[in-house]
């Protein structure tokens, strides 16, 4: 495998170059987000989109952040059509690989490439992600870890979804002082998790998926629950981390409105698509509105408040002793010794079988059809019987949708390798 990762570290490097370039423009600053980051939050952009970002992109912004979504749009417009054709060629030289393989390779390649012209155009730091084949897979994720860190160490960010295996690899990458924005975390308790046992620089709370799984189920408008569990856990992470007991960082993601961005001031990083971004500009707040607000204390409104108890929502925000003490007895085990499928039985034998869920081939296909919002009668029993909690349904949910459009794009990659 050494050999074919050099190869294609190569061709990466060579097929960057023979791209055109985008002549780095000169960006201006903004009042209003120089004021966000005098709250402490460091502002990011949600896109893949050269074309979004740079029509919003000012110096105060430091980073974006792709994934799988994101970078399917860019690859179904074919912007990409003639560099897989040419990846070939160069899988050609790499035996034993199969036609999975080998697809796995181009999207290792697109997502490479799309970073390095992100790198290229805003000098920022990127967030690359890796294939959702290897979201259960150990070495494999370490692997492309590794590999991704290589193409770009001055600034890229490996994303790694929340998993059993992928909270080993971040650990194991984040112990080599590789960048990981662990991702797909939808909760304070997940997140502490991931901040206590992986220490990778960042974890996120997807919060709009949230808000809309209490809007689409009917159980309420949704207001306010991912900003709750945001600041949840932006507190928990900012306890561990002045216990010296982790260095990660909170993002909020899956901004929707740009109310949000007034609303989360303070939390340590935002990744706000272009349109958000926009909507924040357009709702022209004083500057001295603009104030660090972690330590409110949002409330969550339900039509019947028995659905509250139902959907297991405390499951997003609080974090309890059993939890902790789960944690504090993990650091004890050797981590590199354990599989995707032993730290799901480490969690459960430990009473916390409902976070890291050995999900049955009936429900992943379930959530897989209902797409990134679950329907809540359809797993109200198990989170009634406390087996799942919101935030690992939420989790699969992500995983599945993200897996979805991995497959669209796996899809235009095998025809034009075909093709070529």
Sequence with gaps: MADISSKIHDFVQEAFEALPKSPRASFGESRLWQALRQTGTEPWLDTGSIEQAGRIWSLEFSALTTNNTLLNREVQQGTYDEVIRRTKAVLSCCRGLSQADRVIETAFILNALHGL???????????????????????????????????CPQRFIVKIPLTPAGLLAAGRLSAEGIPVNHTLGFSARQNYIMARIARPA???????????????????????????????????IAALRKEGLTESRQIAASFRQGRQVLDLAGVDVMTIPPKVASEFLQLEPKTTDIENRTEMRYEVSLRDENDFEAARLNTLWDIDENLIACCR??????????THSGLTEFFRGNGCGDIFVNWTGEQVAASYAEGKIPRLENWRKALEEKTIGLDSLMNLAGLNSFAADQAAMDERIGRCLDEA
């Design 117 to 151: 012209r992100l790198v290229e155009r805003f000098d920022a730091y990127v967030s690359v992600e890796e294939h959702t084949e290897v979201a259960g897979d150990v070495e494999r994720s370490v692997e492309y870890g590794r590999r991704f860190h290589a193409i």
């Design 202 to 236: 960042f974890v996120n709370v997807f919060l709009g998926r949230l808000n809309s799984f209490v809007a689409d189920n009917d159980l309420g408008d949704g207001n306010y629950v991912g900003e709750k569990a945001t600041l949840a856990s932006q507190a928990a």
């Design 329 to 338: 007895t993990l650091k004890k085990e050797n981590l590199d010794s354990l």
